[in-house]
């Protein structure tokens, strides 16, 4: 713009240095004042979002061995059926939990509001790790089950928004995707660690043991690794975005404010509905399919599960930085292109393999897909909202969506499995990539619409040549 470089002159005839001034522009746009301490707080962001999605996790990881013990003997498939219910009746918690929390870091800070979620994630673990069977207790033990699994909604619920908003305000507008895709590699991670202890305990203990008690051993680490990201969560820096906003006279995180930005609430609805169907899919209920509906064993089902997610987790990063290449938008669009026209292939062809490789194949080739939603989806939702309502408007609108449609997915593919249409679920995921398809194509660019640049941008007019 002509009046900076009139400025940047003016700087230059006072004898003050270029590369100074250069240095603070970095520094103002940037938000920390150097790349390490950036990628210092990603980190330690990011190791938090890793153990509550861990808790989380664990809890559809060790499904198949703790269901009989909180349920009356009968059929597997039924009591699967009642321990996915719980599992999606979490997922009720999670609309308030974005409320909570995402009003929490709006108008307190991001690094309280996850420090106080880790903590709540922490108690619900325990919770579920200490409950006595029903056999011990009768119907008391579901009723604790459902307890901690609600304290458990409520409290991811919330760091999903938080965390988001966290990685996308740290990053810098360059590798903004990259950085924010590590949201998806530490919640990916959260799976795998789940996984992997559920691999090393079927090595060194029997089904009967794991069924017994050995099903409460992560949900005790989950609980101590919750303590730990507490404390790692307390030394994070405050983001500047929240910060440059903390006097301003609007009202943060409000319901009210937030519904002044309808068009980027519907939008994170739209975009949100077929990726996070298509997630829950292929990765928390895709154990159980392997091993009711492909007949593959738990420890061979466990296995594929977790080399499937290791690269996945592998992919994100790399899908984020070609966003920050190529835009977010192409990356959602293949997505929901190819998601509405494979998924109902891969699932058939899934259900009637009987090789396990290939069964690891054709979910590789799906995890492809579905990562074109997973790496960018977070930052595309951040970029959406002004300061004062991010991490609300992101949270709220989000932990909505998945609580109908993500956290019923197990229960609705058990459900047409129990009534002999299984393909039935192929198809609705399918239509659900679909319609989320069609906001891929009529939304705009984000990273060129991004709030959080014009925020920058705006910030560094006005005090740059303070």
Request: proline residues 3%; contains cysteine; charged residues 15%.
């Amino acid at each position: 713009m002509p009046c900076v470089k009139s400025n940047v002159s003016k700087y230059r005839s006072d004898n003050i240095s270029y590369n100074s001034l250069a240095f603070r522009v970095q520094k103002i746009n940037a938000g920390t004042s150097n790349k390490s301490a950036r990628i210092k707080a990603i980190v330690g962001g990011s190791v938090g979002n890793l153990v509550e999605w861990y808790d989380w996790y664990t809890y559809a990881a060790f499904a198949l061995y703790f269901s009989a013990s909180f349920f009356p003997k009968g059929n597997s498939t039924i009591q699967l059926l009642n321990t996915a219910g719980i599992f999606a009746l979490g997922f009720l918690m999670r609309p308030l939990g974005g409320w909570l929390f995402g009003r929490i870091a709006d108008r307190v800070g991001r690094k309280k509001s996850m420090t106080v979620s880790v903590l709540l994630m922490s108690f619900g673990s325990l919770l579920i790790a200490s409950t006595p069977t029903y056999n011990a207790i009768g119907i008391i033990a579901p009723v604790i089950l459902l307890t901690a699994r609600l304290l458990q909604g409520l409290s991811v619920g919330g760091e999903y928004g938080v965390a988001a908003t966290y990685l996308s305000e740290m990053a810098d507008k360059k590798n903004r995707g990259f950085y924010s895709s590590f949201q998806y590699v530490t919640l990916i991670g959260g799976q795998l660690i789940a996984t992997a202890l559920l691999i090393f305990l079927q090595n060194i203990l029997t089904e009967k043991d794991l069924e017994n008690w050995g099903w409460r051993i992560p949900f005790v680490v989950g609980a101590i690794l919750s303590i730990v990201a507490f404390y790692l969560r307390r030394s994070l820096e405050e983001t500047t975005a929240f910060e440059k906003q903390r006097t301003t006279k609007i009202q943060r995180g409000t319901l009210r404010e937030l519904f002044k930005h309808p068009k980027a609430v519907m939008t994170v609805v739209g975009l949100t509905l077929g990726g996070t169907m298509a997630f829950y899919t292929y990765t928390t209920y895709m154990q159980k399919f392997l091993v009711n509906t492909v007949h593959l064993s738990k420890q061979d089902a466990t296995l594929l599960s977790f080399c499937s997610l290791l690269i996945f987790a592998l992919l994100q990063p790399a899908f984020g930085g070609l966003s920050d290449r190529i835009g977010r938008r192409p990356l959602l669009i293949g997505f929901g292109i190819l998601g509405t026209l494979f998924t109902v292939p891969l699932l058939t062809a899934l259900s009637i393999i009987s090789s396990k490789w290939i069964a690891f194949l054709l979910l590789i080739a799906a995890l492809i897909i579905v990562s074109g939603y997973t790496s960018i989806n977070s930052v595309v939702k951040a970029e959406l909202f002004p300061a004062e309502v991010r991490a609300l408007g992101v949270g709220l609108p989000y932990a909505f969506t998945v609580a109908v449609f993500g956290g019923t997915v197990e229960y609705i593919a058990l459900w047409f499995k129990a009534a002999g249409h299984e393909n039935y679920f192929y198809w609705y995921i399918s239509g659900c990539v679909f319609i989320s398809l069609l906001v891929y194509v009529f939304m705009k660019e984000s990273s060129h619409t991004s709030a959080i640049n014009k925020e920058d941008e705006k910030f560094m007019d006005s005090h740059l040549f303070d």
